[in-house]
């Protein structure tokens, strides 16, 4: 099981430009969150995707958007591109049937700079 | 304020035990967990705890859930270097999986010296 799978790893992008991050979920998982993440902070939430729609949205700015995929894998975008949104762009995934816990699988993250 | 907060930096000596404390100000929490990451890397589940337990253990780790003071702790027994990572605690409200929402808080540095 190859588990949460994220691309790319790293990337630089400089102000105004839009970038677009891709997730695969864990086998078997069908619902994608992502998190950002800045330097010395915990994760932030910025959005959910089950069955190709947004279900849940955090306090992000439109310039955040994302999409998901018939086989589960998603991708976030973000527009217009400020430097305090470098961070680790996070994708966890997880069934939405299961009720209780509903753990999350993080995968390792994408690692944004914005010069 | 922060929802979840913790102290930044615990140092310990190999084969101590170590504890990080989280307080939490959510009544309606359900579920409240740790994670712990590692540079470099995403998170990793620790262990969980349900709201209307008080105390779970899970082989070197044990979690201690106070809800009257909304306060959590992980207890890891016996700690390695190789425990040395950021350790983030996170709650979560509401149930099903529709609320995959969690709320992080800062992290917590733990550094093993040998």
Redesign the interface.
Known sequence: DAG?TQSPTHLIKTRGQQVTLRCSPKSGHD?V?WYQQAL??????IF?Y?EEEE??R?NFPDRFSGHQFPNYSSELNVNALLLGDSALY?C?S????????????????SRLTVL | GED?EQSLFLSVREGDSSVINCTYTDSSST?LYW?KQEP??????LT?I?SNMDMKQDQRLTVLLNKKDKHLSLRIADTQTGDSAIY?C?E?KG?????????????TKLSVKP
């Open positions: 949460v619902t969150s010395g902070q915990g994760p932030q939430f959910q089950y279900r849940q955090g996070l966890a997880s069934r939405q049937e299961d009720s209780g816990a509903n753990v999350l699988t993080f995968g390792a993250g | 979840v579920y994670y470099g890397a995403g998170l990793q589940l969980y349900f983030f996170a979560r149930y099903g999986g529709s609320q995959g929402n969690l709320i992080f808080g800062k992290g």
